[in-house]
């Protein structure tokens, strides 16, 4: 399977991505780049984290813009899999392909550190490795990543089950002790009506090796493997 | 065409949370601006432009604020009449 890397000015984790999909997942990735109007044939498309476009108006308004991300767009309409990761997400909220926005961290810091995450729905493309309600240990790296949407949006994606993660602490409990950002409701990450593009503040490709301090990520990448290939 | 400039206000949404405008109310009350009861921490953009009139260029700036310049999920926007360039 061929994964499309998007790298844009200031993208940072392009090469985390990249390493995770070829040395860990053993599988073909190629990097994108944001002035392109072709994904080279890509069966999955990665939104990586970094600084886009150096955040400039807001984290992601402008790299939403560029020519690949018609592509992206028109690939993740035919249900084609895209992942955002950090300002990946942002990009895919600033875009319109997921709902709300993230703002700045709600207790103004730039959040760096290791947190748990509670997987809310294991029945996607994305997670159908996890089991529902297990506890993921993945680093977390922003300091715009306060997930925001009207009450009545996020009454939606829940009832909907498309919030897929959330901040939550060993024992699974959601709390605010546990919500590094301030996200609405303890939100980590959802995905889109379709069920095909999913973004979450966490990076999955940061935490694909016990030498790393976690290899829970690995198997959201295996879960698209899985379901993508069959 | 004639140049015009246009100010351009984005706020955070009335209501929403604002940490920024919160920090900078408690500074504000820090340094003896006791009667603060709130501030909101937006941005102030510039755009020259130019348009058939001020109407036309007005329109046009509105535009650019619901496609890029304002987050329409979180922010609000005002946009000020444009002054000749």
Request: contains cysteine.
């Amino acid at each position: 399977m061929k994964f499309g890397i998007v790298t844009f000015p200031g993208s940072n984790c392009d090469y985390d991505a990249y390493h995770a999909i070829t040395e860990i997942l053993g599988e073909e990735a190629i990097y994108l780049w944001h002035k392109d109007h072709d994904l080279q044939n890509a069966d999955v498309v990665i939104l990586p984290g970094g600084f886009s476009y150096g955040d400039y108006l807001r984290a992601g308004a402008i790299a939403r813009f560029s020519p690949i991300m018609q592509e992206v767009a028109a690939h993740a309409k035919g249900g084609g899999p895209v992942l955002g990761i950090c300002n990946g997400f942002q990009i895919l909220c600033e875009a319109g392909l997921l709902p709300g926005a993230l703002l700045r961290n709600a207790h103004l810091q730039f959040v760096s550190a290791r947190v748990r995450i509670r997987v809310e729905n294991p029945d996607t493309m994305f997670t159908n490795l996890y089991q529902k309600g297990e506890i993921l240990e993945i680093p977390v790296a922003h300091g715009d990543g306060r997930y925001f949407a009207p009450p009545a949006s996020l009454d939606a994606l829940e009832a909907d089950g498309r919030v897929i993660f959330r901040y939550a602490d060993a024992s699974g409990t959601i709390s605010a002790d546990a919500n590094p950002n301030g996200s609405e409701r303890n939100i980590a990450g959802i995905i889109n009506e379709q069920g095909n593009v999913l973004g979450m503040m966490p990076h999955p490709e940061r935490a694909c090796s016990p030498l790393l301090g976690s290899d829970d990520g690995v198997r959201l990448l295996e879960s698209i493997l899985a379901r993508v290939a069959a | 065409m004639p140049k015009f400039r246009i100010a351009v206000h984005i706020v955070p949404r009335k209501g929403l949370l604002d940490p920024q405008g919160k920090a900078v109310t408690d500074a504000l009350h820090t340094l003896g601006f006791e009667y603060v009861d709130a501030v909101h921490v937006g941005r102030y953009i510039v755009i020259e432009t130019s348009a058939d009139d001020a109407m036309a260029a007005g329109e046009t700036v509105r535009e650019m604020c619901r496609k890029l310049l304002a987050n329409p999920v979180t922010e609000d926007f005002e946009v000020e009449s444009g002054v000749p360039a």
